[in-house]
């Protein structure tokens, strides 16, 4: 489509400036929201139909509305106003934890591209995997973008309404704030589909964990799921209720490993005949019976029986006069016509099909149905899946919306992903190089085909050693950092056989742009990179570090740099990596302190600045000096694991990805700590903590969560610290609250116990809590008197504490 296509179908009539994003698409994917988001923004930009200083509202925290918000944040970094409205607490809400499988292109399978599990976006990018940890990854994006941008987030705030001006503004209208100051020069509704109907009785949400996915524990001998829907959600639930306790993902992941053989021809055919003039009323399960069934190798057969649910009926419901709708996706309909192929070939019959037939009286949420014609039954669980509750979600939206030539969109041609205009990529390529700090080609160079720049590694076993084969030498590691390069790394060895080694490779790939590992051995790499790269093995909850493992692939020619035992290969890359990353640590500091004044939410008086520099500069010359101390230091910035011995898996984490806040503000507390508090703490290379002095060990930390939990008084003081102060620089509570906190195990009335550590003794936990940043920006004397007060407080509450022992 061309740009003035792209804004003709999604300008509202009758306004200059109101955009509808994906809400009335037949074709609704993650993947596809996202490119539309894409090609909407670039179309805008192209046309002129935004000043560079201009304002715009996004209504909708949705894929099309954040795609659409980061969009606009990097490739019009000058504008004056960006506001993501949302009415919910967080964006991509409804992906939040799900496990039900996204993948970007499986809804084009068959065709060529359909396998390829990265979605290939120059901006929020992220590849195949359950909803929850898609979501993880475009919010990461999202929130970076928050940082630093003019981007901002207006969570639990539902727009009622639009009104458009005679000129180029809209008005937002939003309860309880001034009208005035919502006027927009564009708006665009990415407000979705809304909820599924009838979620008020027993049914849940698609996007919660599936009750499918495991055994179904009940007494009843057969156990009936009902499922009503002719949609994509309906088929899902049919096959997840049919298959024995397999989650979504795996569901996905079987269909695409079955050979079809001489079938898939016939059933592409049968596709293209429902797309043909009439197609629209063929019965496609008819066909598939009749064309399809007879061609199914026996190896397929014998996959779908062997994982069939046992002794379940299910119950698959349409008011559609055939099963099957032609515009669902292809693999859910195949998949389906197996299962049901299946139960009936082996005498099974636990598997039943109603077409044609309407609930009698108002849907049954909940109780008995009843359908026209049979006697009632009451399912073991149900699943109405009758399509969005749409009314609701668009009501505030009517009036604008009521001239709105496409709110209902019947695709004549068979619906395909949408694909990304050349002129969006080479925009938003150049937007994100540019954000990344890469140097931008020219337009005219820019459009230039060029093929994305990958470092290559190849790994493999030779002799009891392994071989390095790449242009960068393990003691130069840190170049595959450098330039924004993808990383592929070939691992002619068994992750078993790579030993310490995997956690090195799963470092550097951690932190490039794109990590992708081709291996013999798939499953193994997968299950060691995926448990390295997790997001619990990160320090806070808006990272993300997806690798993805595919089958062998012959890597291009390259030379042998290293032949080397698995152990001393992985100790010089780490060793590389921290060096690495002290450079961009002191750099980022020099940014902040030095006189570039870097802006990092916590202003610092100059004169208390140039002090912080100076005791930064002598911890730096110990850094360099000890290997041990240097990646202690750095490590223990950014984990709260404290211990004589750190696994390598803790190093996955301490890379650029993690810079700020992570590593830059835990150490500017330290080093406050250290000129501030009168012990003058160093970096420490031995336990407990990563700084010390004479009679004081410390611990500054940059975690934003532990355990999994957002990093707050309570997870902070029942943590095990094994130093007498820590430095937390997530922490934003004050030091009154992390003190007032009462363990569970204990009550204000409890007689002392032998054995229990008394206030005095407990590691002292300070937070960068509002008072601390106060005293920041007020200069080295403020900060002085605000620690002190922190002593003072702590001695105060010791001696109370042991007088009230003394006189128990």
């Not at 060529?112 to 195949?128: E, F, K, R, T, V």
Request: glycine residues 8%.
């Amino acid at each position: 489509m061309t740009a003035d296509e792209i804004i003709a179908e999604a300008l509202v009539p009758d306004t200059h400036s109101v955009f509808v994003l994906g809400s009335f698409e037949q074709r609704v994917t993650v993947y596809a929201q996202q490119v539309r988001a894409l090609n909407l923004i670039d179309a805008i930009l192209s046309r002129g139909l935004l000043q560079d200083t201009g304002s715009v509202a996004i209504v909708g925290g949705g894929a099309a509305g954040v795609t659409a918000a980061v969009a606009l944040a990097r490739a019009a970094p000058g504008l004056k106003k960006l506001d993501l409205f949302e009415s919910r607490s967080n964006v991509l809400e409804l992906q939040h934890h799900s496990s039900r499988y996204l993948h970007p292109h499986f809804y084009d399978w068959p065709y060529a591209g359909s396998d390829n599990p990265d979605a290939g976006l120059p901006l929020m990018n992220w590849a195949a995997g359950p909803a929850g940890t898609v979501a993880v990854t475009l919010r990461a994006q999202f929130d970076e973008a928050l940082r630093s941008s003019i981007l901002s987030f207006q969570p639990d705030l539902g727009v009622t309404g639009l009104s458009p001006s005679t000129t180029s503004t809209v008005r937002v209208l939003v309860p309880g704030a001034s009208p005035l100051g919502k006027i927009y020069d564009v708006v665009i509704l990415a407000i979705g589909f809304g909820l599924e109907a009838h979620l008020d009785g027993d049914t849940p949400s698609y996007w919660l964990p599936s009750q499918m996915s495991a055994a179904l524990l009940t007494p009843q001998p057969e156990p009936l799921v009902f499922v009503s829907g002719n949609g994509d959600g309906g088929l899902v639930d049919f096959l997840m209720a049919a298959f024995n306790a397999m989650e979504h993902q795996a569901i996905c992941e079987l269909i695409l490993g079955l050979d079809f053989g001489p079938a898939l021809a016939a059933v592409l055919l049968i596709e293209q005949e429902a797309w043909a003039d009439g197609g629209d009323d063929l019965d496609l399960l008819a066909l598939y019976h009749d064309r399809v069934r007879p061609l199914i190798p026996q190896p397929v057969w014998q996959t779908i029986i062997a994982n069939l649910r046992p002794q379940a009926q299910v119950h698959l419901h349409t008011r559609d006069p055939h099963l099957f709708r032609r515009a669902t996706a292809l693999h859910n309909r195949l998949a389906a016509f197996l299962v049901i192929e299946a139960d009936q070939s082996i005498g099974r019959n636990l598997v039943a099909v109603t077409t044609g037939t309407a609930f009698a009286g108002s849907v049954p949420v909940t109780g008995p149905i009843t359908l026209a014609g049979l006697a009632p039954f009451t399912p073991y669980r149900r699943f109405l899946r009758l399509g969005p509750d749409s009314a609701s979600n668009l009501a505030p939206f009517d009036a604008t919306l009521l001239a709105f030539p496409n709110r209902v969109r019947v695709s004549a041609t068979q619906p395909r992903s949408p694909q990304l205009t050349p002129a969006a990529r080479i925009r938003f390529e150049a937007a994100a190089a540019a954000a990344a700090g890469i140097a931008v080609l020219p337009p005219a160079a820019a459009a230039a085909p060029a093929g994305v720049v990958v470092n290559h590694l190849v790994v493999r076993s030779q002799g009891g050693e392994i071989e390095w084969l790449s242009e960068i030498t393990p003691g130069e590691a840190e170049r595959f950092w450098v330039g924004g390069r993808s990383l592929a790394i070939h691992a002619d060895l068994s992750a078993a056989d790579a030993g310490p080694l995997v956690a090195a490779l799963a470092r550097i790939g951690a932190h490039v742009p794109d990590f992708v590992i081709y291996a013999h051995d798939v499953h193994g790499w997968r299950a060691a990179v995926s448990k390295l790269c997790a997001p619990r093995e990160l320090p806070g909850p808006d990272l993300v570090a997806p690798c993805v493992i595919h089958d062998w692939t012959d890597p291009p020619p390259l030379d042998t740099q290293a032949s080397v035992a698995a152990a001393p290969l992985a100790s010089t890359v780490h060793a590389a990596l921290d060096s690495e990353m002290l450079r961009q640590l002191r750099d980022a500091l020099h940014g902040i302190l030095g006189p570039a004044a870097v802006e990092m939410g916590w202003p610092i008086e100059p004169a208390l600045k140039s002090r912080l520099w100076a005791q930064w500069e002598l911890w730096h010359a110990g850094l360099l000096a000890d290997a041990t101390t240097r990646r202690r230091f750095l490590l223990l910035l950014a984990t709260e694991q404290d211990t004589a011995e750190l696994r390598d898996g803790l190093l996955v984490r301490l890379g650029p990805k993690i810079l700020r806040p992570f590593l830059t503000k835990p150490a500017l507390f330290g080093l406050t700590f250290a000129i501030c508090s009168g012990h003058a703490l160093v970096p420490s290379g031995g336990p407990p903590g990563n700084v010390a002095t004479q009679g004081i060990t410390g611990h500054a930390c940059g975690v934003g969560w532990i355990g999994g939990r957002d990093l707050g008084a309570s997870c902070a003081t029942r943590h095990a610290w094994t130093t007498g102060v820590v430095l937390l620089a997530q922490l934003k509570d004050a030091f009154q609250l992390v003190e007032g906190e009462m363990r569970f195990d204990r009550a204000t009335d409890d007689p002392p116990k032998v054995g229990t550590i008394s206030l005095g003794e407990e590691p002292l936990v300070i937070g960068a809590d509002e008072m601390f940043v106060t005293a920041l920006e007020a200069g080295e004397q403020s900060v002085q008197n605000y620690l002190e007060s922190i002593f003072r407080r702590r001695s105060q509450a010791a001696r109370a504490g042991l007088e009230e022992e003394t006189h128990g």
